[in-house]
């Protein structure tokens, strides 16, 4: 006795196969925007953390004092010949 093979099976077709082919490609955008999102979290939480690190040590240490403005400089008349 010889084993038959059993045929290749052909991609399925029609409605209910482009239904579950789309299922499939909607999860794996979604999966795709989710690790995104998760990437951008962490990002803002890492620069959150670090702005606040940084203002807290800015209240830390005393502000340099405010500087006085210059006096504006006199102006020089210039006479020119005409």
């Known amino acids: 006795m010889t084993k038959q093979k059993t045929p290749a099976r ?3 077709t029609g409605p209910a196969a482009r239904d579950s082919q789309h299922d499939r490609r909607t999860e794996l955008v979604k999966e795709m925007l989710a690790k ?3 990437a951008l979290d962490a990002k803002t939480a890492r620069l959150r953390a670090l ?3 940084k203002e ?3 209240e830390k240490t005393p502000a340099a004092p405010a500087k006085v403005p210059a006096k504006p400089k006199a102006r020089v008349k210039r006479i020119t010949a005409s």
């Open 10 to 12: 052909l991609p399925a």
């Open 56 to 58: 807290a040590e800015e």
């Open 51 to 53: 702005r606040l690190a």
């Open 36 to 38: 995104e999102n998760a």
